[in-house]
T-cell receptor
Framework: QKEVEQNSGPLSVPEGAIASLNCTYS??????FFWYRQYSGKSPELIMS????GDKEDGRFTAQLNKASQYVSLLIRDSQPSDSATYLC????????FGAGTTVTVRA | GAGVSQTPSNKVTEKGKYVELRCDPI?????LYWYRQSLGQGPEFLIY????????DSGLPNDRFFAVRPEGSVSTLKIQRTERGDSAVYLC?????????????FGPGTRLTVL
């Protein structure tokens, strides 16, 4: 079993819709959870971090964490074409363990 | 200020050759990480430095891979007797501290192609 698993993509959503991304992790002791955005040919860019159960909102992005279910999600509201990218879920102790990523395409 | 820089941006080499990949972290960042990203996959941890010492090299795939950080700043990832399976993007990241909470900033990566 991989340490971090993400829902398979690609995910295509119309402009203005909500994109929902899911991630599960295997290490129950994990404390820190991150969502990175990676444009094609570029390096990962941190967009959200979450450390405690519940929701965390930042602009159009909301991260949700449920440690009991070992589940992390990311919602992108009012999706824009510029949100088209691969989204990587990562779990961290000191090193990051990444999922394989979900590619999101926002259709104009 | 300047971000993490990596050189070269692209490296094409032949099977069996030796390559060096360089990472220059953000000034003042004591923690430095190397990751490898294959096509369609997320980055995979290789090695982590705290200062000059390799604190965790458990991700290095075999003894052909080695990394150094002699002065606690610039790091070099060295690959001997390259194989076609080594082709990937090698990413370097740095952070102020090696804990669960300090953001890791990624460099642009070096794309290694082994022919």
């Amino acid at each position: 079993q991989k340490e971090v698993e993400q829902n398979s993509g690609p995910l295509s959503v119309p402009e203005g819709a909500i994109a929902s991304l899911n991630c599960t992790y295997s290490d129950r002791g994990s404390q820190s959870f991150f969502w990175y955005r990676q444009y094609s040919g570029k390096s990962p860019e941190l967009i959200m971090s979450i450390y405690s159960n519940g929701d965390k909102e930042d602009g159009r992005f909301t991260a949700q964490l449920n440690k009991a279910s070992q589940y992390v999600s990311l919602l992108i509201r009012d999706s824009q074409p510029s949100d088209s990218a691969t989204y990587l879920c990562a779990v961290r102790w000191y090193k990051l363990s990444f999922g394989a990523g979900t590619t999101v395409t926002v259709r104009a | 200020g300047a971000g993490v820089s990596q050189t070269p941006s692209n490296k094409v080499t032949e099977k069996g050759k030796y390559v060096e990949l360089r990472c220059d972290p953000i000034s003042g960042h004591t923690a430095l990480y190397w990751y490898r990203q294959s096509l369609g996959q997320g980055p995979e941890f290789l090695i982590y430095f705290q200062g000059t010492g390799a604190a965790d090299d458990s991700g290095l795939p075999n003894d052909r891979f080695f990394a150094v950080r002699p002065e606690g700043s610039v790091s070099t990832l060295k690959i001997q007797r390259t194989e076609r399976g080594d082709s990937a993007v090698y990413l370097c990241a740095s952070s102020t501290l090696a804990d669960s909470y300090n953001e890791q900033f990624f460099g642009p990566g070096t794309r290694l192609t082994v022919l």
